[in-house]
């Protein structure tokens, strides 16, 4: 069967239809739905990820597929547990996510909404002028093979992909702004002010808007121009995720003509294209058409901003000052469609002349991302601040998700934060259900865990000295964690160690459904000394690489994380051009790294 002869122009399947293509992939369908064999079920997110073609025979599928909805149609492969309905969907309001949320996330979600509360804010935006997106969501997550045997990591081979290129869409989201608020002239001067972020509610004007198959799209006038610094993400429900921090966009930028500035965010988000890196090239990013904010290409921002935030950067941003929120650690998988993102917020302030500038850290934030189709990921702000500025960093440098007996894709289970300090790494942990909840958090003090929190001169490391950037990781295929990162040394070196242990390490709900918590591993065993994983180029101007990371579950089936011997590296380096001609200011450089 053509999926072209099943699906509508605005992305949506009938239920029995979907279910006839589903067995031409000799998936099974696990459970019994409710749901009438005509419902439409919505899937776009199939398509926009290349998974379904809009004009070939639909090929075999490598991942098991959840319908997400309030009637919990499940399907899924036989190598693949089934998978538990997974929300909130793209778009919704605080209000209508706690509606179809299982108890475990919805709890998160009301931890938050009391919290602000507390303090007349909104811990959630909410675009009721957009109308109701399709309540159902579609997950992929691909089949993950476990060893039965424990492999050493060694590295096996690399190969260099080269520096990404942009493919804008041409499309963007008419969206009236309702207003954003004046800010007194007393708050409105040099200087950090942490109740701008506190004590507002979410700016409506930033941040991707949701958008669904239905929603009203115009042409942008121009193919905009961008220039990115840092670059991080990971997998999500079926599409490959790139985050972004400074973000300038131009006009329409050739060979001959440098384009002209339009604007400036603190963040963005792409998809990849055409998956190229798996056939050893560079990769092509693309910015969905809910992230533009006009036809000329200005962006909204990947990271919503506070009103107070936001309105202090339109007024201050011209002589130097300005708040962002800067995604600078890779997604952590919460669920089947949703990634998590611990972010800081920081104070910059640049010398207008010289451009020097410096940055304060001010806290964080925890973003809640879902990978809507086809406007592009979408993060909700969960907490204005989470974190504080005399605390470490808990989760802005790496986190792991561990997961319960429900097995990957659940809602059950703990997420392991990690926090960079001088001594080394040091890790805290939280059931996902209070991950808003900061007295929640519990921290390794060495010997056990407890809710005092460690402070930035903590030796309660779990690795020894510092790292700049990294990831931690399990691979099935190793049967143990991995940690990659860069140093503060400026030696363009990716490095790993990894978790010793004289047995396999197999997560328990792969055997039996138990909880027993297989993260815990990473605090009750040793790590390897460092190795050398990767040297890399550091690109035109001879400078650091850096924003170096670990892009999980790119290579699919074949990744390390799920089981391959697959991983990508990605990373930053200065070219020392202009940001409006073609070399930009960045470039983000991809390699594909062979284990062993």
């Known amino acids: 069967m053509e999926i072209s002869h099943a699906v509508s122009e605005k992305g949506l399947i009938s239920l029995a239809t979907l279910t006839q293509l589903l067995s031409s992939f000799e998936l099974e369908t696990s459970g019994k739905s409710s749901l009438a064999p005509d419902s439409k079920v919505n899937v776009q997110p199939l398509i926009s990820a290349q998974i379904f073609s809009s004009s070939t025979s639909v090929a075999a599928m490598p991942f098991a597929i959840a319908i997400a909805s309030t009637s919990a149609a499940t399907f899924t492969s036989d190598s693949v547990a089934s998978l538990p309905t997974s929300v909130p969907v793209a778009g919704q309001s605080l209000a209508s996510a706690e509606s179809t949320t299982p108890a475990s996330l919805s709890a998160t979600f009301s931890s938050a909404k009391q919290s602000s509360a507390a ?17 159902s969501l579609i997950a992929l997550i691909p089949p993950i093979k476990y060893a039965k045997s424990l492999t050493e990591p060694k590295v096996g081979g690399s190969k260099l992909h080269g520096s990404s290129s942009d493919m804008p869409t041409d499309k963007y989201i008419p969206f009236k702004n309702p207003g954003n608020q004046e800010l007194s002239k007393d708050l409105l001067v040099p200087g950090l002010n942490g109740k701008l972020t506190t004590d507002y509610p979410i700016a409506p004007d930033t941040g991707v808007l949701p958008m669904d198959p239905s929603t009203s799209v115009l042409s942008l006038k121009v193919t905009p121009h961008l220039s990115r610094d840092g670059g991080k993400g990971g997998y999500l429900n079926g599409q490959k995720i790139f985050i ?100 800081p917020i920081v104070y910059l302030e640049v010398n207008m002349q010289s451009k020097n500038f410096k940055y304060t850290y001010t806290g964080s934030t925890l973003l809640a991302i879902t990978a809507q189709a086809p406007g592009g990921p979408r993060a909700v702000r969960l907490v204005n601040k989470l974190f504080s500025q005399d605390e470490p960093e808990w989760g802005t440098i790496a986190a792991i998700r561990s997961y319960g007996s429900s097995g990957a894709g659940g809602n059950d289970g703990r997420l392991y934060v990690f926090a960079s300090v001088k001594a080394g790494l040091l890790v805290g942990r939280v059931e996902v259900g209070q991950i808003t909840n900061k007295t929640s958090y519990q921290y390794w003090n060495g010997l056990s865990w407890g809710f005092k929190m460690p402070d930035l001169s903590s030796t309660s490391v779990i690795l020894p000295g510092p790292s700049m950037d990294g990831d931690m990781f399990y691979s099935p295929y190793h049967s143990t964690f991995i940690f990659v990162y860069l140093t503060p040394y400026a030696d363009n070196t990716f490095y790993f160690r990894y978790l010793l242990t004289d047995k396999p390490i197999i997560p328990a709900y792969v055997n039996g459904g138990s909880n027993e918590d297989y993260v815990e591993n990473i605090v009750k065993l040793k790590w390897s000394d460092p190795q050398v994983l990767y040297k890399a180029s550091p690109g035109p101007t001879g400078k650091y690489i850096y924003a170096g990371g670990v892009q999980a579950g790119y290579y699919d089936g074949d990744d390390i994380t799920n089981g391959g011997k697959k991983m990508m590296l990605s990373w930053t380096a200065p070219t020392g051009g202009d940001p409006s001609s073609l070399a930009s200011e960045y470039m983000f450089v991809t390699a594909e790294i062979t284990w062993q």
């Not at 303090?119 to 309540?135: E, L, Q």
């Not at 992230?291 to 107070?308: A, E, H, V, Y």
């Open 244 to 343: 972004f921090c400074d973000t300038g966009s131009y006009t329409t930028t050739t060979s001959t003509t440098n384009g002209n500035f339009v604007g400036f965010v603190a963040s963005s988000v792409t998809i990849d294209v055409g998956n190229n890196a798996k056939f050893g090239k560079a990769l092509s990013l693309q910015d969905g058409a809910a992230q533009w904010s006009d036809d000329q290409g200005r962006l909204r921002g990947f990271s919503p901003l506070t009103q107070g935030e936001h309105s202090y950067n339109l007024k201050m941003q011209g002589q130097g000052y300005r708040y962002a929120v800067w995604p600078e650690s890779s997604i952590i998988p919460l669920n089947a469609t949703t990634a998590l993102l611990y972010s």
């Open 119 to 135: 303090k007349s804010t909104s811990a959630v935006p909410t675009y009721t002028s957009m109308g109701t997106p399709t309540a």
